[in-house]
């Protein structure tokens, strides 16, 4: 790295260098030129100075012999101005002779100009005193030519210094262009071996970096330049592949813990909603108990208590009162038992066991379940349509107790042999079963209330509870599909399960069919 710190330095030096030259040059040529310029302006305004003076001369003589009466009256203001215009022109002059002593010249020509500003100074007295004099009436025409001296002077001057200006600033643009030149061909150099030694190797490792930060681990860079680039390109290729075996080990970790924590999330979204169902049911069985149990229990206690009452009561009045109460208490036993199959058959989803489920593979299984049931009466039951796998994420014990459940009412509710046609298909990032009979059909009044506890349809026979459809909706919105029916008298009913397709990549392991 000492030999890269080498270079760079020099580099930098004569980087500085193609940077100050010009400027050093510049500045000077600049305060040359505006040295020059101030001069000039200062003389400038020292003729302005001295032709204002002549003018007002000039002016004053014609006045005083156009009315020498008032000219007289008024001579003292007149000789006041006269004297102020003096004063102006020696500022000015002294400004010229502080440019001078502050401007970087020879000194004996330092000396020389500034003796001949002195010069002009004592002239200047010498035309206010002349001025003065001739305005008093004393014939006096020495200050006409000072000032016309005075004059020729000022713009001599101010021509020198115009010239001198232009002079310096032509030499100093020549040598500026010289300087600027052989910079030039100097940097142009300084730029060629920059690219070839630094600028290209930089690019390299830039590009490096970036494609490493865009996840592209595989890309090398090429190794040029100085030795130092050269053990850096080195490293950084070591270092690239090392990230890019991380990196690859990374992901897999990540998508294992992903997958990992979309199955947990999965189970903890149906405990969720299994939990919240077991609240409602066990608010809902409180509420049938105490709705179904009051009229019973009302009527045992009547009957016990009007025995009790009558005191004449013979033994077949007696024996009938015990009667009904054994019957009474025999119907509460019986509706006991029923709402707690009800609760006992809406609460297996409180402990599930979520995995990939292949929606075609569990369905063909319960279809070969019935098969032998159906045909039994003369009837059939088909998948007519469906995907070769369909994947969704829930418990197969579950899903398969729905299927039965749908199926078992298709073939018990049909006075004709059952004609029974299943489909599967994915539809809106969901699995789509419908189960579809040719049976006797459902009347539109009954529809709205099959899902519900303890209700059949009304055009239906068997010895059911009325405890199936409701299961299976329970069970259902716990995995977090949907079920709906639809059916027409003398036509038939179709059944449609939706169900959330699995998250992610399909599972080829095989052990969740």
């Not at 400038?44 to 009315?67: F, K, M």
């Not at 004063?87 to 002059?93: K, M």
């Not at 813990?257 to 405990?271: K, M, P, W, Y």
């Not at 014990?397 to 004609?419: G, H, L, M, W």
Request: net charge negative; hydrophobic share 40%; charged share 25%.
């Amino acid at each position: 790295m000492n030999a890269l710190r080498l270079k760079l330095w020099i580099a930098l030096a004569f980087v500085l260098m193609i940077v100050a030259i010009p400027g050093v040059i510049a500045s000077h040529a600049l305060k040359v030129v505006r040295a020059q310029y101030s001069r000039a302006e200062a003389s400038s305004q020292s003729l302005s100075a001295y032709q204002r003076l002549a003018v007002l001369g000039y002016t004053l003589h014609q006045e005083r012999a156009v009315d020498p009466a008032a000219f007289q009256r008024d001579i003292k203001l007149y000789v006041d101005g006269v004297r102020s215009h003096v004063l102006n022109t020696e500022r000015y002059i002294n400004a010229e002779i502080r440019l001078i002593s502050e401007t970087p010249l020879q000194r004996t020509k330092r000396a020389s100009r500034i003796e001949e500003e002195l010069h002009q100074r004592e002239n200047l007295q010498k035309i206010g005193t002349s001025l003065e004099k001739s305005l008093r009436g004393q014939p006096d025409t020495v200050w006409e030519d000072l000032v016309f001296e005075a004059i020729k002077n000022e713009e001599r001057e101010s021509r020198e210094f115009q010239r001198g200006s232009i002079d310096t600033f032509s030499s100093v643009s020549d040598t500026l262009s010289l300087t600027l030149t052989f910079v030039g061909i100097c940097g142009l150099l300084a730029l060629i071996w920059v690219q070839l030694q630094i600028i290209r190797p930089l690019g390299n490792l830039w590009r490096g970096t970036k494609a490493m930060a865009d996840g592209r681990y595989d890309e090398r860079v090429d190794v040029l330049g100085t030795t130092e680039f050269r053990t850096i390109a080195d490293s950084f290729n070591t270092m690239a592949g090392r990230v890019g075996d991380a990196a690859r080990t990374m992901q897999q970790t990540n998508e294992e813990l992903e997958r990992a924590v979309g199955r947990r999330t999965l189970e903890l979204a149906a405990s969720n909603r299994s939990l919240e169902r077991a609240n409602r049911l066990r608010q809902q069985f409180l509420a049938d108990a105490s709705h179904e149990l009051r009229t019973p229990l009302s009527i045992m206690r009547s009957e016990a208590e009007i025995t009790l009452r009558d005191r004449a009561a013979n033994v077949a009045d007696l024996r009938s009162g015990l009667d009904r109460v054994v019957r009474l208490s025999a119907l509460m036993g019986e509706m006991i038992e029923d709402m707690l199959k009800v609760a006992r058959a809406e609460e297996p989803m409180l402990h599930v066991s979520i995995e990939p489920v292949d929606v075609v593979a569990a369905v063909r299984g319960c279809i070969d379940d019935f098969h032998r049931l159906v045909e039994a009466d003369n009837g059939s039951i088909v998948l007519v349509r469906s995907p070769p796998e369909l994947f969704i994420e829930g418990d197969k014990t579950r899903f398969d107790q729905v299927i039965r459940i749908v199926v078992d009412n298709a073939v018990c509710y049909s006075e004709k042999a059952p004609q029974i046609e299943v489909a599967i298909c994915e539809d809106e990032g969901q699995a789509l079963i419908t189960i579809a009979d040719k049976g006797d059909g459902i009347s539109p009044e009954d529809i709205p209330h099959l899902f519900q506890r303890f209700r059949r349809g009304s055009r239906r026979a068997g010895s059911g509870e009325g405890l199936g459809l409701s299961i299976a909706r329970s069970i259902t919105e716990t995995l977090g599909g949907t079920i709906g029916l639809e059916s027409k008298l003398q036509e038939g009913t179709t059944v449609s399960i939706r169900l959330p397709l699995l998250p992610g990549p399909v599972p080829t392991d095989g052990n969740n069919q």
